[in-house]
T-cell receptor
């Protein structure tokens, strides 16, 4: 079975600085998707970024980028120019490619942004 | 507004009582899911449905049941609530068209407290 591990329960960053959130996963599959979700205090689950495993190029969405290391099964999220609105719980998630569409989540990293 | 509606938003429930959490989507997604979120454990899958008329068990199904009579509705029932079922419950849906990368759409969650 696939597993997702986030080893940083909490992180803190100064406003305008850069922070990297770690995520590792375990799978025997070669084709899959990886996601980062943001959950602010409102409880809403917001998709931040996604990566297809067959793509070598790292995904980027504005200030958010990933470092996808397939051989190491690592999928870290980098937030550049951190803003107060980035403060939230961040979840890494894995999904197999195919009809079985279930998302497997990590335990989350709570990010605080200091002004 | 297209999306997922969950009800109630929050509920305090006496142990031993029966409770149904409602989930309705208007996007005609074929797959739907129920997760529970607990601090330090992330989101864990309770039950899922890949299409109307079918359901499956997730990681933590005990004490819960679901039905999928039509595409839009996916209620979650706690037959006899226990305090360990105190959690935030999220309903989600996806357009699981086989080998695609459609993301999940999440509801806003139901905070359930069993006393």
């Amino acid at each position: 079975a696939q597993t997702v591990t986030q080893s940083q329960p909490e992180m803190s960053v100064q406003e305008a600085e850069t922070v990297t959130l770690s995520c590792t996963y375990d799978t025997s599959e070669s084709d899959y998707y990886l996601f980062w979700y943001k959950q602010p205090p409102s409880r809403q689950m917001i998709l931040v970024i996604r990566q297809e495993a067959y793509k070598q190029q790292n995904a980027t969405e504005n200030r958010f980028s990933v470092n996808f290391q397939k051989a190491a099964k690592s999928f870290s999220l980098k937030i550049s120019d951190s803003q107060l609105g980035d403060a939230a719980m961040y979840f890494c998630a894995y999904r197999s490619r195919g009809a079985t569409n279930k998302l497997i989540f990590g335990t989350g990293t709570l990010l605080a942004v200091q002004p | 507004i297209a999306g997922i509606t969950q009800a109630p938003t929050s509920q305090i429930l006496a142990a031993g009582r029966r409770m149904t959490l409602r989930c309705t989507q208007d996007m005609r997604h074929n797959a739907m899911y129920w997760y529970r979120q607990d601090l330090g454990l992330g989101l864990r899958l309770i039950h899922y449905s890949n299409t109307a008329g079918t359901t499956g068990k997730g990681e933590v199904p005990d004490g819960y049941s679901v039905s999928r009579a039509n595409t839009d509705d996916f209620p979650l029932t706690l037959a006899s609530a226990v305090p360990s079922q105190t959690s935030v419950y999220f309903c989600a849906s996806s357009d699981a068209r086989g080998y695609t990368n459609y993301g999940y759409t999440f509801g806003s969650g139901t905070r359930l407290t069993v006393v």
